[in-house]
């Protein structure tokens, strides 16, 4: 005789597990929001690059610099976020010695004129 034996199925919930999630965790983000591209993508991080214009007082002329920030990011924001997108993060407290913000959301890129 064999005996039925029940499959476990595990369903995966919404909720990450993450502590560092500012959704789902205890993270609380403050102070400074950036916008740029992400260069970079790694497991638990991202690097978003963009252009700030500064004045050289010198010379009454402008100059273009480009900042890099790394950032955390989510484990359920993981597959959301691709190399090439246009990125929101938001300071929240140092996490590790180079990472001091986290990834809020993805932002359509608004074209000045």
């Known amino acids: 005789m064999k005996e039925n034996k029940k499959q476990k199925t595990v369903e995966k919930s919404s909720e990450c597990h993450d502590k560092t999630c500012p959704e789902h965790g205890s ?11 992400v260069i970079k993508k790694f497991p638990k ?10 004045p050289i007082g010198k010379y ?3 100059a273009k610099k480009k900042t890099k920030i790394h950032a ?4 359920c924001k993981h597959n959301d976020v691709q190399v090439g997108d246009y990125v929101s993060i ?5 996490l590790s010695k ?9 932002t359509n890129k608004e074209i000045k004129k």
Do not use: A, W
Not at 27 to 36: A, S
Not at 90 to 94: F, G, Y
Not at 98 to 106: D, E, G, R
């Open 27 to 37: 993270l609380k983000v403050r102070g400074r929001t950036f916008n740029g591209t």
């Open 45 to 54: 991080r991202i690097v978003i690059e963009f252009e700030r214009v500064i």
């Open 60 to 62: 009454e002329r402008y």
């Open 72 to 75: 955390r990011l989510p484990d």
């Open 90 to 94: 938001r300071e929240c407290r140092p």
């Open 98 to 106: 180079i990472i001091h913000f986290v990834y809020i959301s993805k």
